[in-house]
C-alpha cells in the first residue's frame, strides 16, 4: 500500500514556497497605496515631508526619545498636557514652557533669523508674526497626511497653503450683559439690532480694537463690515480697551452691554459672579477666531517626536484637557466648549485664507470707526 504522505524533500519545497507567499503577502500589505504614493510625490515636489505610515513617524520618535516644546499655555495646562503625553508615549521625555506674550515670539523671531534658537523642537506661532515664522517651520506636510490618516487629525485644523502649520484651538465673541440693568429679551439677536434707536447714546460697550468687527468680514464681506461699523460708531457707543475691564464694569453694574468679548472670558468672569448677574447672548453670525498655532522648527533635534505631538493636542484626549481646563478646544472638536456653544448657529470664522489680509481689515474698520480712543475712569 502506498504512503499518502508527500515525501520529506517536496514537503519541504511547498513549505518553502508557502513561506514566500506569506512574506509577499506582507509586504504588499505593507506598501503604500497608490493614493499615498501620489500624496507623498505631490509632497515632495512643493518642497514639503510626507510619510506614508504613521509607524515610520513613531520608529523615528523612539529612537528621538525627547522632544522640547515652547507651548502658548498656562503652566497648569500644560502640566496637564505633558502628563498626558507621557503616559501615551512614555518612552519619549518631553519638556514644555509657557512662551506667550510679543516679546518673547519677537525675541524667538531674532534668535531664528541670527541661527541662535537652539533646544527647542516644536513652538507656538505667535500670530502677530504669523508670515515672517513660516520660513523657519519644518515643512512637514501635516495636511496631507492628515487627509490620508497617516496622522490621526482632522484636515481642518491645518493651514491649506502653508501645510505645516497647524491651528489647535478656537475663540468666538458673544455679547455680554447685566440682567439688572437689561432684560434678556431686550438685548438684540442680530447685530442690525444695536442700530436701533433704543441703543444710541452710551447704551453698549465697544471695544476700541475692531476684534469683533473683523471677525465678520468672513461672512459679511469688508464693504458690509465697513458699513456696519460706521452705523455703530455713529449710536455713540462707550469706548473702552480690553475684554477684561469691560466685564468687570458690567460686573459692577456701571454698563448694560458689552459687545464681543471672548466667550471663555465671558463664562470665566461668570463663574466668579456670587449674584448671578452676568448673562450672555450668541449671536449670529457668531464671530469667530482660530487660534494657538503651532509647527515644528526647522532646527527641530527631534522633529518626530513633535508631529506625535501635534497629532496628540488635536486629538480628542488632549483637546478634553484643554477644554476642562482652558475652554479653548477647536471649535472643529465634536462636543468641545465653543463647538457646542455655536451649534446650530451660522458661523463667519477668521481662518487660514483671511490671515494674509487681517491688518488692511482691521485698518480699514479703525477708519470707519473713526479712530475712536478708550476712555478712562
Not at 524533500?9 to 513549505?15: G, M, Q, R
Not at 449674584?275 to 532646527?299: C, D, E, Q
Not at 488632549?318 to 477647536?330: E, R, T, Y
Amino acid at each position: 500500500m502506498k504512503s499518502r504522505h508527500l515525501p520529506l524533500a517536496l514537503c519541504s519545497v511547498v513549505l518553502f514556497i508557502g513561506w514566500l507567499w506569506m512574506a509577499g503577502s506582507t509586504v504588499i500589505a505593507a506598501s503604500p497605496s497608490p493614493a499615498l504614493v501620489k500624496a507623498k510625490q505631490q509632497a515632495e515636489a512643493s518642497g514639503y515631508i510626507f510619510f506614508t505610515s504613521h509607524n515610520d513617524i513613531l520608529d523615528h520618535a523612539k529612537k528621538e526619545g525627547k522632544l522640547r516644546v515652547l507651548a502658548g499655555h498656562e503652566p497648569k495646562l500644560i502640566k496637564a498636557l505633558v502628563k498626558a503625553f507621557k503616559e501615551k508615549y512614555p518612552f519619549i521625555n518631553v519638556y514644555a514652557e509657557e512662551f506667550d506674550g510679543l516679546e518673547n515670539y519677537q525675541r524667538l523671531l531674532l534668535e531664528l533669523k541670527a541661527g541662535l534658537a537652539k533646544g527647542w523642537d516644536l513652538n507656538y506661532v505667535g500670530f502677530e508674526l504669523y508670515n515672517e515664522y513660516l520660513p523657519y517651520q519644518k515643512k512637514f506636510d501635516i495636511l496631507g497626511m492628515a487627509q490620508h490618516d497617516v496622522l490621526r487629525i482632522s484636515p481642518n485644523l491645518v493651514d491649506p497653503v502653508n501645510r505645516h502649520i497647524i491651528s489647535l484651538s478656537t475663540n468666538i465673541q458673544v455679547v455680554a450683559y447685566n440682567n439688572t440693568l437689561i432684560s434678556p429679551d431686550r438685548v438684540p439677536a442680530t447685530w442690525e439690532g444695536f442700530l436701533k434707536p433704543e441703543f444710541k447714546d452710551r447704551k453698549f460697550v465697544l471695544d476700541v480694537r475692531p476684534k469683533l468687527l473683523g471677525a465678520l468680514v468672513p461672512a459679511w464681506g469688508l464693504e458690509k463690515t465697513l458699513e456696519y461699523s460706521r452705523k455703530l460708531a455713529a449710536q455713540n457707543p462707550i469706548w473702552l480697551r480690553g475684554e477684561t475691564r469691560s466685564i468687570t464694569y458690567l460686573l459692577a453694574g456701571e454698563n448694560a452691554l458689552v459687545l464681543g468679548p471672548n466667550y471663555k472670558a465671558f463664562v470665566r468672569a461668570q463663574a466668579k459672579d456670587p449674584k448671578k448677574v452676568l448673562g450672555h447672548k450668541v449671536v449670529s453670525p457668531v464671530p469667530t477666531r482660530l487660534s494657538h498655532f503651532y509647527g515644528v522648527l526647522t532646527t527641530a533635534e527631534n522633529p518626530h517626536a513633535a508631529l506625535l505631538w501635534l497629532e496628540f493636542m488635536g486629538g480628542p484626549e488632549a483637546q478634553k484637557i484643554v477644554d476642562d481646563l482652558d475652554l479653548a478646544a477647536s471649535i472643529y472638536t465634536p462636543g468641545s466648549f465653543h463647538e457646542k456653544a455655536s451649534r446650530g448657529e451660522k458661523i463667519s470664522l477668521l481662518a487660514w485664507q483671511h490671515f494674509q489680509k487681517i491688518d488692511e481689515y482691521d485698518k480699514e474698520i479703525v477708519k470707519a470707526l473713526g479712530f475712536p480712543k478708550a476712555e478712562t475712569k
